[in-house]
């Protein structure tokens, strides 16, 4: 076999491939084995019948045929190790010449990794929120905590804003029940909008026993999309009451003894929290920045294809889950379709870039995964899927998936070493180091696992191509 490169572009080539007839003959054996087991020829016996009479008997251009399809992959990854091309995606072969007896030729267009240089990044500078816990924070976090102690009590009043009501409800559609659409003893908190929309409305100013009708446009569910007659009926009125902000309640929902304590405690994990917040910034801005310093051609068919697989992860995994269509969608979002489609392709060029770039720094910077690094990663990626660690692994496993985590992996610490290159000040002009944080979490920020529609982030952007380049 014979083969050459010609660079069409940056980030595309053409490979023209000669293969002498004599190297065809493994598949074509392989092809008269595949038809005989297929096919059934009187006065022979299955699996026996001579290669002459299937010729004559189904024609030898099947056989040929066959053996070009069998024997076109093999031949294009010899050509494609031979010219030592990094490629992208599947190639767009023709076969330009071929008779029986005579050389195959054929040409195959793919694309392929750009070159890409790295400059120098070490005087990438960027300014972050300052780590700041203000006394409105402390008191936020201490009135979620008693939020989440509350309890109830049934009243014998309309309920109002802030009620636990506990409700019957029955959805129709054209004036039908829905099979899916009856529930009872719900116990629903007023004005949390964690029910249909509309529901409020309806249930406040009434007493127990109370019965009331609205209309709702449902998000799940047989008839979802759809405007339904829901009727509610309130059998119990419950008013929510706070315990006091007291030593008592620092000994009720926590190991402290004193409000003091607790509210000392608060501002502890309060500066963690914004000091994790602090590290992805930074994280998201030395990458935007990173971004910008290095010129990255863009392979259109790859870009092509990442912007459709988006497309149809909306469409057909998360609009079923909302209940949308494209236009409820857009009208949701308050987009045109043509907006939609611009933002779509920046977040899509914006993984694709990313990927190339931090790639070319794991080489560049000879960094590697031992399976420490590896297990941390698949564990944290196991929580966030909702999956226990074993069944994640083994998912990753059957899917062919080890080397995706295994580059995820690598992406993070090669984005770690920019972090830790990198000058970073906060908004008071105090330095701000990182080391810690990014050598911790610099694997979870370009790590998988988010919404690929709204992959605007250093996560988002690098999940989003990291099983396709």
């Known amino acids: 076999m014979k083969s050459a490169v010609e ?7 053409r490979l023209t491939v000669e293969v002498p007839f004599e190297e065809l003959k493994p598949s074509l054996d392989a092809a008269y084995k595949k038809i005989n087991q297929q096919v059934t020829v009187p006065g022979f016996r299955k699996g026996k019948i001579p290669a002459r009479v299937i010729d004559q008997r189904f024609g030898r251009g099947s056989v040929l045929e066959e053996a070009i399809n069998d024997a076109l992959p093999k031949f294009y990854t010899e050509a494609v190790s ?35 240089e790295i400059p120098d990044y070490s005087g990438i500078e960027v300014t972050v929120d300052a780590l700041e816990v203000s006394d409105e924070d402390i008191d936020k976090s201490l009135e979620q905590l008693r939020e989440r102690f509350a309890s109830t009590s049934p009243v014998e009043r309309a309920a109002a804003e802030g009620d636990v009501v506990v409700l019957d409800l029955e959805a129709s559609v054209d004036g039908e ?59 119990s009125v419950q008013a929510r009451e706070l315990p006091e902000l007291d030593d008592d309640f620092a000994q009720l929902a926590s190991e402290f003894d004193t409000l003091e304590e607790l509210r000392a405690d608060s501002v502890k994990r309060l500066e963690n929290m914004k000091r994790y917040d602090q590290a992805t910034q930074a994280q998201e801005k030395v990458l935007d920045a990173l971004l910008e310093l290095v010129e990255v051609p863009m392979p259109e068919k790859l870009l092509a294809d990442e912007i459709q697989t988006r497309k149809h992860n909306l469409e057909h995994h998360q609009f079923p889950a909302m209940g949308l269509d494209w236009d409820g969608y857009l009208e949701r979002e308050g987009k045109t379709a043509e907006e939609h489609d611009a933002e779509l392709g920046a ?46 692994a083994q998912a990753v496993v059957e899917g062919g998936q080890v080397p995706m985590l295994v580059g995820e992996v690598a992406r993070g610490k090669a984005l770690a070493v920019v972090v830790e290159a990198a000058k970073v000040t906060d908004t ?42």
């Open 347 to 392: 977040q899509a060029t914006k993984g694709i870039k990313t990927q190339f770039i931090l790639d070319e720094l794991v080489s560049k910077e000879q960094l590697s995964v031992n399976q420490e690094e590896l297990t941390e990663h698949l564990m944290r990626r196991a929580a966030s899927s909702g999956m226990s660690p074993d069944q994640f």
């Open 7 to 13: 660079t069409l572009n940056p980030t595309r080539v």
């Open 177 to 235: 029940v829905l099979e899916d659409g009856v529930a009872k003893g719900i116990s629903y908190t007023i004005g949390s909008g964690q029910l249909l929309e509309g529901i409020d409305e309806a249930v406040i100013g009434l007493e127990a026993g109370g019965t009331a009708t609205f209309d709702s446009e449902l998000k799940g569910g047989s008839a979802a999309g759809k405007t339904s007659s829901v009727k509610v009926d309130v059998t």
């Open 428 to 469: 008071n002009g105090e330095t701000v180091d990182l080391d810690d944080e990014v050598e911790d979490e610099g694997a979870v920020t370009v790590e998988a696992g988010s919404d690929e529609e709204t992959a605007t982030d250093a996560e988002d952007a690098v999940e989003a191509t990291s099983d396709k380049a």
């Open 82 to 116: 031979e010219g030592e091309l990094n490629v992208l995606g599947q190639p767009d072969v023709d076969i330009t010449e071929f008779n029986d007896g005579q050389d195959l030729k054929f040409t195959a267009e793919v694309d392929i990794r750009p070159a890409i």
